[in-house]
C-alpha cells in the first residue's frame, strides 16, 4: 500500500482560477515533506519543503500546509495560469531515509 | 538551486543493445545518486541508490545485472541498460543528493526518454 497518497487525481481549472491538492501520508518515522512540479517529459522540481515544525510555506503563487499530526498537506494554487498544468507530487521523506512518492494529481489549466 | 543534468535526454535503440545514460550534478557533489524510473501517467519508482565509489543496492525486483550503475565520482553516475527490451522503454529520471552540510537535499535531473524499437 502506498505511504503517501494523493488526490485527486486529476482535475481540470479554469484559468485564473484557484485550486487546492490534497495529500495524506502514513510515512513514519517523518523527517519532511516536498510538494514537486512535474511537466511533462522533465524532471520533478522542488515547490516546498516543510518540516515537521512548519505548518505553511509559499512560493509565488504555490502555498502549501502541514499538519504533522493528522498527516495531511495541501498545495493550493491561486490565479492558475496555464503554464501551471503539470503533475503534482507530494513527496514524503524519513531522516535520511529514501523518499516516498505519491502518485501525483494531473492539473490541466483551460483558457 | 543545485543543477543535475542528464544526458541523453532521449534515446532510441534497437532491441537487443545497450544504452549508457549519464547523470552529472554540475555545481555540487554528490556522495548519493539515485535512479528512478517513470512510466506514463504513474509517479517515480526508486531503482536504485548509488554511493560514490561502492557497489548499487537495487530495489526489490530491479535485475542489477540489466540495470548496470557505475558511480565513480562525485559528480557522475551513469545507468547502463543492458540488452534492452521494448519493455525498458520508459522515462529514466536521476536524481543527486547533497550530502554536506547537513541538507540531504534531493535534486532532480530533467530524465531521459528511452524508446526500445
Known amino acids: 500500500k502506498n505511504q503517501v497518497e494523493q488526490s485527486p487525481q486529476s482535475l481540470i481549472i479554469l484559468e485564473g482560477k484557484n485550486c487546492t491538492l490534497q495529500?495524506?501520508?502514513?510515512?513514519?518515522?517523518?523527517?519532511?515533506l516536498r510538494w514537486y512540479k512535474q511537466d511533462t517529459g522533465r524532471g520533478p522540481v522542488s515547490l516546498t519543503i516543510?518540516?515537521?515544525?512548519?505548518n505553511t510555506k509559499s512560493n509565488g503563487r504555490y502555498t502549501a500546509t502541514l499538519d504533522a499530526d493528522t498527516k495531511q498537506s495541501s498545495l493550493h494554487i491561486t490565479a492558475s495560469q496555464l503554464s501551471d498544468s503539470a503533475s503534482y507530487i507530494c513527496?514524503?521523506?524519513?531522516?535520511?531515509?529514501?523518499?516516498?512518492f505519491g502518485a501525483g494529481t494531473q492539473v490541466v489549466v483551460t483558457p | 538551486g543545485a543543477v543535475v543534468s542528464q544526458h541523453p535526454s532521449w534515446v532510441i535503440c534497437k532491441s537487443g543493445t545497450s544504452v549508457k545514460i549519464e547523470c552529472r550534478s554540475l555545481?555540487?557533489?554528490?556522495?548519493?545518486m539515485f535512479w528512478y524510473r517513470q512510466f506514463p501517467k504513474q509517479s517515480l519508482m526508486l531503482m536504485a541508490t548509488?554511493?560514490?565509489?561502492?557497489?548499487?543496492?537495487?530495489e526489490q525486483g530491479v535485475e542489477k545485472d540489466k540495470f548496470l550503475i557505475n558511480h565513480a565520482s562525485l559528480t557522475l553516475s551513469t545507468l547502463t541498460v543492458t540488452s534492452a527490451h521494448p519493455e525498458d522503454s520508459s522515462f529514466y529520471i536521476c536524481?543527486?543528493?547533497?550530502?554536506?552540510?547537513?541538507?540531504?537535499?534531493?535534486?532532480f535531473g530533467p530524465g531521459t526518454r528511452l524508446t526500445v524499437t
Open positions: 536524481s543527486a543528493r547533497d550530502n554536506y552540510g547537513g541538507t540531504y537535499e534531493q535534486y
Open positions: 495529500c495524506n501520508y502514513t510515512v513514519s518515522p517523518f523527517s519532511n
Open positions: 516543510m518540516t515537521f515544525s512548519e
Open positions: 513527496v514524503v521523506s524519513q531522516a535520511r531515509g529514501k523518499l516516498q
Open positions: 555545481d555540487f557533489q554528490a556522495t548519493t
Open positions: 548509488s554511493n560514490e565509489g561502492s557497489k548499487a543496492t537495487y
